[in-house]
Structure formats: structure tokens, C-alpha cells
């Protein structure tokens, strides 16, 4: 019944499966790979480089701070210093002597607090020279003793680990420039937290006596008063520059951050906790206190604020919601990356879903570039496990390979257990500990088999080779392990690999805000080409709120993200697509709102490359007289590269090849020089000196870089309830993961097929149709005017209904408002026991309040005793409605406003659509198809199932919605015709032009398509795209539409049931949709006609207005409703037939009455009556007398005709047909003196392969013989055998359940030959199942005949009463039969006698069956997964129930379906089988709520199992060994031997005779219990785990 393609394969972490549809996305079990090993960084501790070999190593540069390092061997923290100053962007180089010091302007003496320097005279010298000329001397930690007074320190205090635990800066009254831009209202911005405070613990520190103090610290020991200065300045009598002391290592912090080895931050993540951020603020104010400089701003293009979207897709239902969430994101401006988790291992962790998620991946890849051409929504890993061990894994092998997703010597193959001692492999094997799963998991994990090589290198291998076969140019080149569980060795093994950064830890926890470069196993030795993007926020540590209130999500974070932009901070966000997704998309957006002003948008990966580029960027300059000329060498393009200079600056001139522009900047305390055009090389800039204050010069002056939000409206759609997830089915919630329910008196249950039935009361005297089914939307409200339509799937009887509503609430969403607005599904589809998709305008449902919408509701289902299945619940956003859409007048084609409707190439037709030849066919957004052609053969088709009216409702234009390269052009080509053979191509340029940035509506009338029938047409197909060659088309819509574009269609009128009873009545649409009328019998024209179809508003495109459209091909069509298919109706309380029609003014038609001309109606005559026309505008309403005409009866009652149309080819209309009491005859009726009606049979399926049957060639429905020549016969016991309307042979099965039918393959036997088994085309009673019996001979000469062998309908097909089933049987599924002796195929045990069974043909064919689950465990006693045979066990027993059951026990999708009734029992009989080897029997049952059933153990007492020995029995309830109140779907019971107790002596378990299943309750008869699997185990409960690759222990999400 599934009707999409990519919801329907899986829901989050349970289900995956491949898609089947257009879009055939690629196999990853067919590749292997990588086919190369990676170079092998090891994860070995690496020597400390030596600083003086690196590029930090630069000639004399006075524009940069130079770094002394006087032992660089014993302080190898250096390195710290150098990324932190390159980091907050302070040009910087290292020396190793003071007399190198004369060049610059900034000098740190780094010797951390593990080493004591000495310095000599000379260095004292040097360094004195140096503050005396105006430098800026910062000494680190200890000062040596000879400078104690250069620095202005009288004494110091080396602290111990554990002393002080916090700084707090002060305001400097003389140099409060080295403060500037602290926040001294805000604790954390003036406040540096050195959190762990443990004795040994924390960091060692020095504290010093001076005269001014720029900071003190807060200790938790006993401390000196004398000692409490952190950080000091001072300037010596005389000098012209000053000195500091820090008492903090810079290095040490940094490389103890990036490790995150001790807790030095007090908050995980979600806090303003800038942490050694604060000093190196300090060092960039100091730099820029010298009188020229210039910096590296942190953030492109001048913004205050990185801000990075990521979306976690760690479960399968994130994909479709990361859909919309990356469109919300683009909607609002902001760029995002996605993290790819590549499940390929089903574990008790996680179901492999990959996969199945590849079909969104490759949309994604179709999500616009950004301004600069990259990716706008970009892919990064996350990893292949996902395991809560990652961060202990070992490096592991770096030629570690993906070999087709299978545990094989050489493939990666992680696997996740449960740690539980109770289950197989749940303690583990490898040494590990035992973790939490992640936040709000219940369970604790081992995992075997991981390594930091095989989750870095395997799935980038998978992300990447897929992307490579999606034609893209992208690659991944960030990583984000799950649950930030960062190894070691992480970070090198992802620089081997090709990786430039990654987002795998918390700002808080490495204590900053901006990003970082890392280094081999974050130790403070080698640097590799890798940098990190610390996480801000997730969605795990928020309460979600969008709203503005103190405490709020939004709050809090809007002021996080407004402090971090105080210096240029990054700020990344994780949010998981996988629930409480309009919560989620509306912060997301109100976020973004709220930073746009300061904030860059970006996505990991771009960034990545940006700021790999700035770390490479060297900035130099040189001065003569008032001209400043500055170098800035560019490794490549880094645009949005912001300088920051002094204010006397004046950008004059920039070199050819290079563009930038001057503002204040962000922080407005220097200019900002703004690079938007950079490459490789040299940029040459000039500036003129002028007085602080001269304005920047207009021709200089940047514009606004903030990003604004997109003004084009992009589509997408959030999946609500898709009823697929045992999780969501258990916990009673929907894909959001929020509350999901019905009210007592409506019944629901998930269907097999993963769909939800919901069933009303059959109390007619009860209040059942009070009844309710509601879906939570969100956890706090959300504005749902942002979205269009609520859409869901329907499937619901003729004449039942439902209203559907939204329910808001207060501003506060604190008090649910009352809903004024109650929609009638009715209103919106045909209702007819099909599946239809309801589409319902959020300005139709009208909710109260809809900026505080939280439920979707259906309320009133009825009639009583209903079942309606619903599915796809969803909310969406469209952007672009098609002619024949939301009121628009027209028929819709194709507008792809479902993306599982193109991926599953299924247009508004129900036919094909799909591309040829193109490069890209990607919809990443709703009614956005972008196509790239890759040569001029590439072409879009749709074809209509058939041909279609494109005329009908007035239609005169094929209209198109295509936006394209400016100039450019499309061929399309119009068909007509069942084959499609009349076509006619027009090209696109005639009728409009393209244009690249709006979609242009190409409206070409049908006339212009010559030669072709537009009432009769067949498909579209657009080709011939111009140009070809990387040209992007998008494609909105096709479809017919009216003269006038956009026109509006008349509002639904009121459809008014026919008088009386109603025979046929269009406004039910049952006598159209069906071809049943009212009465139950045959309806409409046998297609006879022209064309015969319903009249229906455009707006509501399957709202009936009640009537038909009949338009005669000839004099002979006719229309018909049959009062009684068999025998008569008696009509004699009523005194007149009635019919409403109309048809062209003064034409005319016959009405045809058929009565029987006796009892039994064995015989008929017609009566008939002249109707005259007045007009389409003017129905007539014809009453004819059922009384008073002659040889007339009206007791006998068959059928109604009209024929005889004076005017064919020209529309004619009807109404209804009822009978009617108290109504004056107005149109007389005689015995027909006119030919009679023609019978037309309609179409009827046929078989393939060797026919037996073939019915619907057959003229009779008496024939005695089949296709090969043998016997056929019913012995008389059918109550009835006819032909029916469609040709195929109609069974009515007798009450007393005996009927049964044969035929015989010959007249002694016959082989199947190249078949393997039945094919048998039947539509059958809604419920009904029947037997299906063969026999054969079991000798070569074949006289000796074998058992018949049964399988039951049921186990192929479920009838619904509607539409036809084809069921293919193999012969594997009868046990034992020898196909080349086949003799008899017999159809028994009709479980709906008295009712039609309609078979279309039988043959021999070839049947491909797929498995339809996973065989039972060995060794198993019952397996119904590979067995069909209800009546015997897999070793060869019989089974049986001795009929007490309510029904025939049935295989019933692949489960033994038993209805007990007060006292029934099954049981089946064992040979002596010794299970003496194991301690448990399991029964996999499926339960109805609260039931029970007992299972009882048969042995023999003697060896050898004797006949007519004596037997023990034992028997044990299912309720000890059940814990859930209902077993919904199969579950395994585990029954300890050591349960069956003693029973007439001890029970022997090697030698059981038998097993049984009785004392069932309920016992009414209605009750099903299905048993799947019946085995012996040696484990207890989670023994079956390996072999449950549906099952997960941990379903979170």
C-alpha cells in the first residue's frame, strides 16, 4: 500500500531498505574500498619541533611580536603561544636572543613555569634598551630575580596546582588600553576561570608583589596579601614603553584546553566562559598600543560573529527533517553543514541506515552554492560507529577498507553490544569500560572493533565515493565524531586523510571561543594541517523555546552569541533533525534573526577552508613619511580577509588583482580593510596618514556585509507521523517525539504495512462518534502561518468522514484556545476506499492563534464500526502552487511538491516522470526540480498513465514554470494517443525567456500543438535544453491551465443526495469511483463512452459537485445501474423511478427499465421512456411511473440504462438515479419496441507463462475444460458461478462452507517445466482468505496420486475488497510437491461464503519471492519465515488444532495466525527429539493486549519414546515471561526448562514427543495471535539478539 518511496522504507533507527523508485541511488554492499593504505602518522607522543625550523622562524620584522624563547627544548608549550597570538590575529615570530628584540616593538620572554632563566648582563641590557625606546615587555610566569625591577615586581610566589581558582582583571587607570573591550558588567567577560581547583590539580601559577596590579586572583588556600597580583604593569622611571608580568603559562593553558584532560572549565558547553581568550585579548591590545600595526580580524568580512549551523544526522528519520531544516536555514541566509553518521553495522546501538538515507544525500548535493561558489549546505562525517568509546579507540590499521558492509578479515566492522551480564556478549571482551549511550540513554555500551583509522577513513571513504558517483565536485573535509568522543590520535589521522578541520569538542570544555589549531595527539609537540571549531550550543542542552523571555533558549544563547562576538568569537551550533522539529526550525530561525546583524554565516567546511587560509596569510608593512604601504601575501583566495589598522589610515590604492574596502571596525577600535577579491600572491595597499577622525573616503567605504534573509521562498516539508517506529508505537508518540493519541471509544493499531488504523465504536447508541486522534506539533507553540498545508494520506469507506483542526493557544501558550474551524475531510478528496492524499491550506484550517499552534487534530470519525488508515502525517511549506492547485483553476501535471513522489517517479497522474540523460535531476527544495542537462540529448518526461483530458475544466494552455541561463531555451514536445505516437515539439523561446533569478511561466495554447489530441494526451517530455554545458534549469511545475493565467476557480457549491432512495448518487462518488452504485450493484458506462468522468472543482481537485460527465461515442453507449446483479429488487414501495440529467438543447436520449417478466427473474423484458434535452444549464428531472404500465412489475426490479443519444460526442450530464414514493410521473414508459442494450465487457488482467485459465476470453461461465485440456467442475457445490462486468469468473461461495472448485492439469499428470510456480490474479471479499490445494503423483508412471498439499491465500495477499490481487505462489511453499507431476488445482475453505470471489486467471510461471524476514534461529521446531504450512513443524511433524480454533489455523504473513475459541488448542508432534543440550524453549508470539495463552512441554518417560509409552506433560502460562502489556509485533518469550517443573515424574527434555499452546484468553474468537518462531536456546532473554537486526536495545534519537 505504500505509496512513497523514501518515507516509506524506514523509521528512525529501526528499519532500512533500499529505494525502488526513478531515483536508483547506488549499492554501498558493492563497494570496497579504500583501495590504499593512508600514511600512517601513528599515535605515538612525537618529539617537540624544534621552533627555530619552522615558519614561525621569520627574518627582522618589526611588525610582529617576537617570542624569546631562551630554552625552547625545556618550555616546548611554546607552540601554544605562537597559535594563540596567530589566532587572535597578532603577526608573531620566535627568537632565541635578546639582542633580536631591537627590530620589534613587542617582546614576550616565555619560560613557562618549569624552567628558570638566568639572563646574562647582556640580556639585561637588551632588554632594558628595549623599554626604554617604548617596547612592550611582557614576561610570562617567573621573573628572574636580575629583572625584578625592570618589571617593577618586588617578590613573587610560586602556587602550587589547587591555589587560585579564578583572575579577576581590573581596570588600569594609566594603560586601561591593555583592557579595552572587557566588559566590567559582565563577571565572565572581567572574571578568568581556572575551574579545577583540586590540590595538584589546577594550574601552577605566580603571584607578585608590585605597585599596579592589572589583576588579582581569588584563591581556596591560604595566600600571602602581599602575593595575590596575577598579572601586573609597569613603566621604570625614565622608559618610554612598559612591562608586564602575567603569572599564568599561556602555553601550558592552551595545550591543557585542547586536551581536555582535567575539567578547567566550570560549564560543558551553552556559557560565555572565554578562558585564555582573555589573555590573548590583553596581548592584542598590548600589540596594538605600539603606534603602527596591523592584525588579522577573526571573523570574514568585519562581522563580529563566525556562526556555524551543523546538523547531526545520526538516525534515519534526520534525513527527511534535515531537508527542511537546511531549507529553513538558507531561507534565512545562513549556510550549514551536514554530519553524516554512515550506519552500515545493525548493532544494539543503532540500525544500519545509511543507506537508506543515500536518495537525500544526493538532493542535498542540489542545494544552491553560496556567494563564492562553494557549497552552501555542506557534508562532513560523523563517523562510522558513532560509539560512546571512540575517544578510546586504538589508531588501528591504516589500510583498513569498507568491503560491501560485511564483517570480513580486512573490513571495518564495528559492533555496539549492551552491557548487561545477563546477555550474550554483554560484558566486554576487550577491556573497555562500559559508557552511558549519549545524553538520555538508559543503557550502557561496549564496542569491538572500532579504531580512530576505521572511523576517519572509512567514512570519509563512503561519503566520498558517493558523492563522486552523485557528479559532484564536493568531498568531505570535516569530521565530527559522535558524542564528541575525540581520540588522541583524531586529528592526524584526519590531516593524513585529506581533512582541514573538525567540530569534535565544547568551547566551554577547551575553555575559548575561538577556533583552534591542532596538533599529534594534542600534546604540544608537532603541528599538523588540522584546525578545530569548538561547539556553542546543541540542542540537547537547550529547552527549545523560540520565544524571547528571560530563561529562554533563545534568550540565554542570543546574549552567549552577542558576548563571544565581543572579540570575534566563533559560535557553533549542533542541532539534531530527528524531533520537536517546528520547535527546532523555529529557534534555528529566530537565531538567525537575531545575530544577523553581527554575524558571518558559514558552514564548517568553508570555514575550514577560510580560516586554514588567514592562518597562512603574513601581513607586513613599512612607512615613508605619510605613506604606509602594507604586504599581505595570500597562500590563495581568502576572501572576506579583514585587517585591522589604526585609525589614522587611509586605504589609497590596492594592487591589481586584489579588492578591498575600509570601515570602522566591529569592534570599533581601529579601521577595518576588507579583502572581497583575493588569490595567490602579494596584495600591495597604500595608505595615507590623516588625523584620527578624517572620514573614510566614499570611493573607499565598505557596503554591509550582513547577510540578509533570502527574499526567494524556498519549499520544504516536516514529516509528522509516518507510524513505521515500534519506538514511536510503544511510547504513543510521532516522528517529533511528542505526544500521540486517540481517545478511548477510537481504536488504533500499527499496520504491517506501517500504517495507522484507527477504528470507531460499534455502539451506534453510544456516544462513538464523539471520538478523537491527535498529533503534537510542538513542545512550546510555533507560528504555523510560516507553512502552507497539512497533508496527509487517507484511505477511508465510501460515505464516512472526519473534521480536522489545529489547536493554538495563548500568547503564552499556556491556555488552549477554542477552535472555530473544523475541516471536513470530505471537503478536500473523494472519499472511496482508495488511497488519496489530503491536502488541507493552512488558511483553511484557520486556527485560533496561528502564531501558537501545538496539535494537529481529527475529531468526529465516522460512521460507528469504521476503519479509516491514515499515513504520511506532514506540514509543508510551499512556495509555488500549479494551475489546478489551492483554488487555482487548471490541471496540475507534475509540481513536485512531494519529494517521495519524484524520487519515486510518480507524477499527479499516478504515471511515470523521471530525466534521461541528465547530470543532475535534484529537488532540494518543494516545486524546485533543478535540472543539468549533460548533453543535448538530456530530456525530462511525464507521462499520464494512460491518456488524460488535458482539456477538461476548460483548459487551453500547457503551461511550465522554469527559470534558466538568460538566453537559453527548451524544446517541448506534446503527445497524444494511447501509444503516444501524435507529438508535436515547440520550443520555449516562442512563448517567453529564461531567466536565471525567477522562474518564467511559458504558457502555449494546445492549439499550437498540431496534430496532436489534446483531450487524449499521452505525456510531456522537455529536451533540447540550450545550453547544455554546466547550465542549471529549474523546473516548478507542468500542467494544463486555463485561457487566463492565475485565474481563480468558483467556490465549492453544495451537493444536494438525490430524493428518496438513492440507486446511483454523484455526490458519494461511490457509483463513479467504484463502479458500484448505492445498492451494491454494477455502474457506469463499461467504457462505451467517449469520455465518462466526474465533474469536480479545480480548487479542491476531488471535491465531487454531484454528477457525471458522459460524453456517447455512438448511439449504442450507454450508462447503467443494476438494481440487482442476480435475480430481482422489489421496488414496490416506491412509486416512481427518477432521474436527473441534462444534455445539449433538443437532443434527446432513451432510458432503458429492465424487470423480470417473473419469480427469479430468470427472464427480463425492457420498458422505455424518451428523454428530451433542454440544455447542460437546465437538467431535467424525469419521473417514471413503476405502477400502471403493462407487463410491467415492479417487484422485479433488475437495471436502468440510458442509451440511444441523439447527439454523441458532446457532453451529456447525470445526476442520480433513485426511487421515489408521492411523485407525480411525468415521462411516460412502455415496452421497448427499440433494439436492446449491447453488454460491453471491460478489461481484465491476464496471466503470464502456461495458462490454465485465462477468464476474461472466455464467452460462457460454464466451461468445463481449461487451456490444457483438463477437467473443471465446482461438483455443484457454489452457490453461483457467473461472469462478471469485467469478464473475470465470479465465485459465490454457499453458506454451509463446502464450496469448493477444481481443475486438472491432464488426464493423468503434467510438468511444470521451466515454472516454479502459480500465478493467480483474484480480488476477493475485504478479510475473506481461501485454500489453495495441489496434487500430484508420486511414481513415474503416475498413477499413484501424493497428499494434497495447502497453502492459504492469506500468506500472499490481503483483499480488501477493492482492488485486484496478484499473488504468486512458489512450489517450494508446497512442502513436498514434485512439480513435474503436477495433477490438480483446487481452490476450498472460503473463509467469507455467500460473497464474490473474482478470478481473472490461473498459470505455471516463474515466481521471484524475496525473503520476507529472518529464518528462526536453529534448531528451530516452527519457523513460519521459510515455512507456509500450517499443519506441519520444521522437522516434520504434523501440527493441528483438531478445529477447536474459531477459525483454520493460517500461515499469515509469515506468522501461524490461531483465533481461539473457549477451550481450542494447537499442538504439534515431536520424534524424540533430544533438547537436552539447551535451558531454554522460545515461542516468537505477537499478543493482543493483556492476553495469555499457556505452553505445555510433552516427554516420554522410556528411551527410545515407545508408542503407547507413558508421556509426561508440563505446562507453564506466557504471562511469567511476558513483561509488556501487548506484544504488538513478534517478540521473543523465553521459557527456562526448569519452569516445566514436574508433571507424573520428572520431565525429561531429551526426549520431547510434543509441544502445545492452549488455555488461550482471550477465548472469543475474535482475538489473533500470531507465533512466528518456536526454538530451543541456550541464552536467556537477548539470546536472539545477532539475528534481530530490527531490534534495538537503545532507540534513542
Known amino acids: ?756 488504523k484507527l477504528q470507531t465504536d460499534g455502539d451506534p447508541t453510544s456516544y462513538s462518534m464523539q471520538n478523537s486522534w491527535y498529533s503534537t506539533l510542538s513542545k512550546f507553540c510555533f507560528d504555523i502561518s510560516v507553512y502552507s498545508t497539512v497533508t496527509f494520506d487517507l484511505v477511508a469507506p465510501p460515505g464516512s468522514d472526519f473534521f480536522v483542526s489545529l489547536v493554538s493557544y495563548d500568547s503564552g501558550c499556556n491556555a488552549a484556545l477554542a477552535t472555530t474551524t473544523y475541516i471536513r475531510v470530505s471537503d478536500y478528496i473523494i472519499i472511496d476506499g482508495k488511497n488519496r492524499t489530503v491536502n488541507i491550506p493552512i488558511k483553511d484550517l484557520n486556527p485560533a492563534n496561528s502564531k501558537n499552534v501545538k496539535t494537529l487534530l481529527f475529531s468526529n470519525l465516522a460512521p460507528e464500526n469504521t476503519v479509516f488508515y491514515l499515513d504520511n502525517v506532514l506540514v509543508k511549506r510551499r512556495c509555488v502552487y500549479a494551475p489546478g492547485e489551492r483554488g487555482l483553476l487548471g490541471t496540475t501535471i507534475d509540481s513536485f511538491g512531494s519529494l517521495d513522489r519524484w524520487v519515486s517517479g510518480i507524477n499527479s497522474f499516478g504515471g511515470a516522470t523521471d530525466t534521461v540523460g541528465m547530470k543532475f535531476a535534484r529537488m532540494p527544495f518543494l516545486n524546485q526540480l533543478v535540472l543539468e542537462p549533460a548533453s543535448a540529448a538530456s530530456y525530462f518526461y511525464s507521462y499520464f498513465n494512460g491518456t488524460v483530458d488535458g482539456t477538461v475544466g476548460g483548459n487551453t494552455h500547457l503551461v511550465i514554470s522554469m527559470s534558466g541561463p538568460a538566453g537559453g531555451s527548451f524544446d517541448v514536445t506534446l503527445m497524444s494517443g494511447v501509444t503516444g505516437a501524435a507529438t508535436k515539439t515547440l520550443t520555449s523561446s516562442a512563448y517567453g525567456a529564461l531567466s536565471p533569478t525567477a522562474p518564467t511561466s511559458f504558457r502555449i495554447p494546445l492549439t499550437a500543438f498540431a496534430g496532436v489530441d489534446a483531450s487524449a494526451a499521452y505525456g510531456v517530455t522537455l529536451k533540447n535544453f540550450n545550453p547544455f554545458n554546466n547550465s542549471k534549469f529549474t523546473l516548478s511545475y507542468v500542467a494544463f491551465g486555463p485561457p487566463t493565467a492565475d485565474a481563480l476557480a468558483p467556490v465549492r457549491g453544495v451537493c444536494i443526495n438525490p430524493p428518496g432512495l438513492a440507486v446511483s448518487n454523484f455526490c458519494s462518488y461511490k457509483s463513479y469511483v467504484e463502479s458500484v452504485n448505492e445498492l451494491g450493484g454494477a455502474s457506469g458506462d463499461d467504457n462505451t463512452a467517449a469520455s465518462f468522468y466526474p465533474a469536480l472543482t479545480a480548487d479542491k481537485a476531488a471535491a465531487p459537485i454531484g454528477k457525471v460527465v458522459i460524453s456517447p461515442l455512438l448511439n449504442t453507449t450507454y450508462f447503467k445501474t443494476i438494481l440487482a446483479a442476480k435475480g430481482c429488487y422489489a421496488a414496490t414501495a416506491y412509486t416512481g423511478l427518477q432521474i436527473k440529467i441534462a444534455g445539449p438543447a433538443g437532443a434527446t436520449a432513451r432510458v432503458i427499465v429492465k424487470a423480470g417478466t417473473a419469480a427469479g427473474c430468470a427472464t427480463s423484458a425492457s420498458f422505455a421512456a424518451k428523454l428530451s434535452f433542454t440544455g447542460l444549464a437546465t437538467p431535467i428531472v424525469a419521473t417514471l411511473p413503476l405502477t400502471g404500465v403493462a407487463g410491467f412489475n415492479a417487484a422485479y426490479l433488475q437495471s436502468v440504462y440510458v442509451d440511444g443519444w441523439s447527439t454523441t460526442n458532446s457532453d451529456h450530464e447525470i445526476y442520480y438515479v433513485s426511487l421515489v414514493t408521492g411523485v407525480t410521473s411525468n415521462t411516460p414508459l412502455a415496452a421497448s419496441t427499440g433494439p436492446d442494450i449491447v453488454q460491453r465487457s471491460t478489461s481484465c488482467s491476464t496471466c503470464t507463462g502456461t495458462v490454465l485459465w485465462n477468464w476474461c476470453t472466455e464467452k460462457t461461465a460454464t466451461n468445463t475444460t481449461n487451456a490444457l485440456g483438463g477437467y473443471t467442475s465446482d461438483d455443484s457445490t457454489m452457490a453461483a458461478m457467473f461472469k462478471g462486468p469485467t469478464g473475470a469468473q465470479q465465485f459465490i461461495p454457499a453458506a454451509d462452507g463446502s464450496s469448493y472448485w477444481y481443475t486438472l492439469f491432464s488426464t493423468t499428470c503434467r510438468s511444470a517445466g521451466t515454472a516454479n510456480g502459480l500465478q493467480i490474479i483474484v480480488n476477493a471479499p475485504a478479510g475473506s482468505s481461501f485454500d489453495i490445494a495441489l496434487r500430484y503423483r508420486t511414481d513415474a508412471a503416475c498413477t499413484t496420486t501424493g497428499p494434497e498439499l495447502t497453502v492459504n491465500s492469506a500468506t500472499y495477499a490481503t483483499f480488501d475488497g477493492l482492488s485486484t490481487q496478484n499473488i504468486t505462489i512458489p512450489f517450494a511453499d508446497f512442502k513436498g510437491l514434485d512439480p513435474t507431476k503436477l495433477v490438480s488445482l483446487s481452490f476450498q475453505k472460503f473463509s467469507i461464503p455467500g460473497q464474490a470471489y473474482s478470478f481473472s486467471c490461473i498459470s505455471l510461471t516463474a515466481v521471484t519471492r524475496p525473503p520476507q524476514c529472518l529464518a528462526c534461529p536453529a534448531p528451530a521446531v516452527l519457523d513460519f519465515c521459510t515455512s507456509s504450512l500450517p499443519g506441519s513443524n520444521m522437522l516434520g511433524g504434523a501440527a493441528s488444532d483438531d478445529h477447536t480454533m474459531a477459525t483454520n489455523p493460517a500461515v499469515v504473513k509469515n506468522a501461524l495466525a490461531l483465533v481461539p475459541k473457549d477451550g481450542a488448542y494447537w499442538y504439534t508432534d515431536l520424534a524424540c527429539v533430544d533438547a537436552s543440550a539447551f535451558k531454554y524453549l522460545v515461542v516468537t508470539a505477537a499478543l493482543p493486549a493483556g492476553a495469555s495463552f499457556n505452553v505445555e512441554v510433552q516427554t516420554a518417560v522410556d528411551a527410545g519414546c515407545p508408542a503407547g509409552g507413558v508421556r509426561n506433560k508440563a505446562s507453564v502460562s506466557s504471562t511469567s515471561y511476558v513483561t509488556s502489556a501487548a506484544l504488538t509485533t513478534a517478540q521473543d518469550i523465553f521459557i527456562p526448562f526448569t519452569a516445566f517443573g514436574l508433571a507424573n515424574g520428572a520431565t525429561n527434555m531429551a526426549r520431547v514427543t510434543g509441544l502445545s499452546f492452549s488455555t488461550f484468553s482471550p477465548s472469543d474468537g475474535t482475538a489473533t495471535f500470531s507465533v512466528k518462531c518456536m526454538y530451543w536456546s541456550q541464552y536467556g532473554v537477548g539470546g536472539a539478539m545477532k539475528r534481530r537486526k530490527a531490534r534495538s536495545f537503545d532507540e534513542e534519537l
Not at 143 to 150: D, K
Not at 322 to 327: D, F, L, N, P, R
Not at 420 to 447: E, H, M, Q
Request: negative net charge.
Open 1 to 756: 500500500m505504500k505509496f512513497f518511496s523514501l518515507i516509506r522504507l524506514v523509521c528512525a533507527l529501526l528499519l532500512s531498505a533500499a529505494v525502488a523508485s526513478a531515483f536508483l541511488a547506488p549499492k554501498i554492499t558493492d563497494w570496497t574500498g579504500p583501495l590504499t593504505a593512508t600514511a600512517n602518522p601513528g599515535s605515538d607522543s612525537q618529539t617537540p619541533v624544534n621552533p627555530f625550523a619552522t615558519r614561525y622562524k621569520n627574518a627582522d620584522d618589526a611588525n610582529r611580536v617576537a617570542i624569546f624563547l631562551p630554552a625552547w627544548s625545556k618550555t616546548p608549550n611554546w607552540m601554544g603561544v605562537v597559535h594563540g597570538l596567530r589566532i587572535i590575529g597578532v603577526p608573531a615570530r620566535v627568537i632565541n636572543a635578546t639582542s633580536q628584540l631591537t627590530t620589534s616593538m613587542v617582546a614576550i620572554i616565555y619560560t613557562g613555569t618549569e624552567y628558570t632563566w638566568v639572563p646574562t648582563s647582556l640580556d639585561i641590557y637588551y632588554l632594558e634598551a628595549f623599554v626604554s625606546k617604548g617596547g612592550q615587555l611582557i614576561g610570562m610566569c617567573n621573573i628572574p630575580v636580575s629583572l625584578r625591577g625592570l618589571f617593577g615586581v618586588v617578590s613573587q610566589l610560586e602556587a602550587a596546582g589547587g591555589t587560585r581558582a579564578a583572575v579577576e582583571w581590573f581596570s588600569v587607570e594609566r594603560v586601561p588600553s591593555i583592557l579595552r573591550g572587557m566588559n566590567f558588567t559582565e563577571p565572565n567577560d572581567y572574571v578568568t576561570t581556572i575551574w579545577d581547583d583540586s590540590a595538584g590539580g589546577g594550574f601552577q601559577t605566580v603571584g607578585y608583589a608590585s605597585t599596579v596590579t592589572v589583576a588579582g586572583s581569588t584563591t581556596t588556600t591560604y595566600d600571602l596579601t602581599t602575593y595575590r597580583a596575577a598579572a601586573t604593569v609597569f613603566r621604570p622611571l625614565g622608559y618610554a614603553g612598559d612591562v608586564y608580568a602575567i603569572g599564568m603559562d599561556l602555553g601550558y593553558w592552551y595545550f591543557r584546553a585542547m586536551s581536555e584532560d582535567t575539567a578547567i572549565g566550570y560549564s560543558y558547553i551553552g556559557l560565555f566562559q572565554p578562558g585564555y581568550d582573555t589573555i590573548l585579548r590583553i596581548l592584542k591590545n598590548i600589540f596594538m598600543r605600539t603606534p603602527d600595526f596591523i592584525t588579522i580580524w577573526t571573523v570574514p568580512y568585519n562581522m563580529g560573529l563566525t556562526f556555524l549551523t551543523t546538523w547531526d544526522l545520526d538516525t534515519a528519520v534526520a534525513y527527511p527533517h534535515g531537508m527542511a531544516i537546511a531549507a529553513a536555514a538558507l531561507q534565512a541566509g545562513a549556510n550549514g553543514n551536514f554530519n553524516m553518521h554512515t550506519k552500515y553495522v545493525s548493532d544494539a546501538y543503532e540500525t544500519d541506515y545509511f543507506q537508506y538515507g543515500t536518495p537525500y544525500i544526493y538532493q542535498i548535493t542540489g542545494f544552491p552554492p553560496d556567494s563564492a561558489g562553494r557549497a552552501s549546505i555542506d557534508i562532513a562525517s560523523h563517523s562510522v560507529s558513532h560509539s560512546p568509546q571512540a575517544a578510546g579507540f586504538p589508531l588501528g590499521d591504516n589500510n583498513i577498507q569498507f568491503i560491501k558492509a560485511q564483517n570480513v578479515t580486512g573490513s571495518y566492522y564495528p559492533a555496539i553490544f549492551v552491557c548487561d551480564p545477563t546477555l550474550k556478549n554483554g560484558i566486554p571482551t576487550n577491556g573497555v569500560k562500559c559508557l552511558r549511550g549519549g545524553a538520555g540513554s538508559n543503557y550502557s555500551f561496549w564496542t569491538l572493533g572500532g579504531s580512530v583509522f576505521g572511523e576517519v577513513r572509512v567514512s570519509k571513504f563512503l561519503l566520498d565515493t558517493l558523492l563522486a558517483k552523485y557528479n559532484t565536485s564536493m568531498s568531505v573535509q570535516t569530521y565530527r565524531p559522535g558524542n564528541l568522543a575525540f581520540a588522541k590520535s583524531q586529528g592526524q589521522v584526519a590531516a593524513a586523510l585529506g581533512y582541514i578541520g573538525g567540530s569534535s569538542c565544547t568551547g566551554n570544555g577547551h575553555n575559548t571561543h575561538l577556533p583552534f589549531h591542532a596538533t599529534h595527539n594534542r600534546e604540544n609537540t608537532v603541528e599538523i594541517d588540522y584546525y578545530e571549531f569548538p561547539m556553542s550550543i546543541s540542542d540537547g542542552d537547550m529547552n527549545m523555546s523560540s520565544s524571547y523571555f528571560p530563561g529562554s533558549s533563545l534568550q540565554r544563547q542570543s546574549v552567549v552569541a552577542k558576548q563571544i562576538a565581543g572579540y570575534g568569537g566563533i559560535y557553533t551550533i549542533l542541532i539534531h533533525p530527528s524531533e520537536l522539529m517546528f520547535d527546532k526550525l523555529q529557534l534555528q530561525s529566530a537565531l538567525h534573526d537575531e545575530v544577523r546583524p553581527y554575524a558571518f554565516f558559514a558552514n564548517t567546511t568553508g570555514f575550514a577552508s577560510w580560516w586554514r587560509g588567514r592562518d597562512y596569510v603574513e601581513v607586513s608593512h613599512s612607512a615613508s613619511g605619510f605613506i604606509i604601504t602594507a604586504r599581505v601575501t595570500f597562500p590563495g583566495p581568502v576572501n572576506g580577509l579583514t585587517l585591522q589598522v589604526p585609525k589614522t589610515w587611509h586605504l589609497a590604492t590596492v594592487s591589481a588583482g586584489y579588492a578591498a574596502c575600509q570601515a570602522i571596525s566591529y569592534d570599533t577600535n581601529t579601521f577595518a580593510v576588507v579583502f572581497t577579491a583575493t588569490k595567490s600572491g602579494t596584495a600591495i595597499l597604500t595608505f595615507n596618514w590623516e588625523f584620527e577622525g578624517f572620514p573614510i573616503a566614499a570611493a573607499q567605504a565598505c557596503p554591509s556585509f550582513a547577510s540578509p534573509r533570502n527574499p526567494q521562498c524556498f519549499g520544504y516539508e516536516v514529516l509528522v507521523a509516518s507510524f513505521m517506529s515500534t519506538y514511536t508505537q510503544l511510547h504513543a508518540v510521532n516522528e517529533l517525539i511528542l505526544d500521540q493519541q486517540s481517545s478511548p471509544n477510537l481504536w488504533t493499531q500499527y499496520t504491517t504495512d506501517q500504517r495507522l
